[in-house]
């Protein structure tokens, strides 16, 4: 449930784009893809829950605006020119996890089967201590309510049925638990946290979100995420390489399906052997 205030500073907003478009409800919900009964649940003064993922996103892409605005969460209404796909581009400034482009993108793929091999572990998967920690620099201060929004957004798209499967590496999770490379100086309680966390959500979450974990000494993959079948991203650091032609999205799949062959962890024994990381540092 969100918090009283949320919902109603998103009420606020949709009711002033609505405004804005000169339509009726009902035509307003044509226009972004909606049910109708929906949008009226949705400017409800008793509706105290903000909406699901691809409602979100059917808003922001029909009306042109900001998903963070809708939620209250930046001030920038407008989506900017950076946005507007094309079969190949390159988008900068992705260095924070759950940013505007990610969400927009997972929202717009509801229905469809996402594949991840992140960098580490899924953001979504991490507690606010574990991603203030790595993303202190891009994050700043006070950040952890628009965190905790968008992880909600993404595991309640999960919990409804939305399919995700994730590869990851062993010897990033091992790197994880003894706190070296990029973990050094992260306390031995926060990692012992975050297995325990991520190992319930996993086991929750499972079979709708599958983790694949793998061994580096076998296979190699850069970080991307294929949202579906309308778009793959790659994690080029700062930068994303988003592709939206059929075939460069098919070769990622298989590329995908090829990391889940090699896997030494299947799905249904990875909540385990993430507790059992988190356990041997007691």
């Known amino acids: ?32 893809g909606i049910d109708r009964s ?24 029909g009306c042109r605006i900001s998903i963070d605005w809708l939620l209250g969460l930046s001030q920038r209404e407008q989506i900017g020119a950076e946005l507007v796909e094309a079969v190949l581009t390159i988008e900068t400034q992705a260095h924070a996890p759950f940013n505007e482009r990610f969400l927009r993108w997972h929202a ?52 409804d049925g939305g399919e995700m499967e994730a590869c990851v590496s062993v010897q990033a999770l091992e790197l994880f638990a003894r706190g070296q490379a990029q973990w050094e100086g992260f306390d031995t309680a926060g990692r012992r946290a975050q297995f325990n ?3 319930a959500l996993v086991d929750e979450l499972y079979p709708t979100l599958r983790l694949n974990l793998y061994d ?11 949202y579906g079948n309308s778009r793959a991203a790659v994690y080029l650091g700062p930068t994303y390489l988003v ?24 799905p249904h024994v990875s909540a385990a052997y993430l507790r059992d990381l988190g356990a041997s540092l007691d």
């Open 216 to 226: 580096l000494r076998q296979t190699y993959s850069a970080p991307f995420t294929i």
């Open 243 to 266: 592709l939206n032609a059929s075939e460069h999205i098919r070769m990622l799949t298989r590329r995908f399906e090829d990391i889940v062959r090699t896997a030494t962890v299947q």
């Open 108 to 159: 717009e793929a509801a229905g469809r089967k996402l594949r991840t091999v992140p960098m580490s572990f899924p953001d979504f998967l991490k507690t606010d201590e574990v991603m203030q920690f790595e993303y202190a620099a891009a994050l700043g201060l006070d950040t952890s309510p628009a965190l905790a929004e968008r992880r909600r957004l993404i595991i309640a798209s999960i919990r």
């Open 1 to 32: 449930m969100a918090h009283p205030s949320a919902a109603q500073s998103f009420r606020d907003r949709l009711e002033r784009v609505i405004a804005q478009t000169g339509l009726n409800q009902a035509g307003f919900a044509r226009h972004v």
């Open 38 to 61: 929906t949008l009226s649940q949705l400017l409800s003064a008793e509706n105290d829950r903000l909406p699901r993922a691809e409602t979100l996103a059917a808003i922001a892409k």
């Open 197 to 199: 966390t991520m190992a």
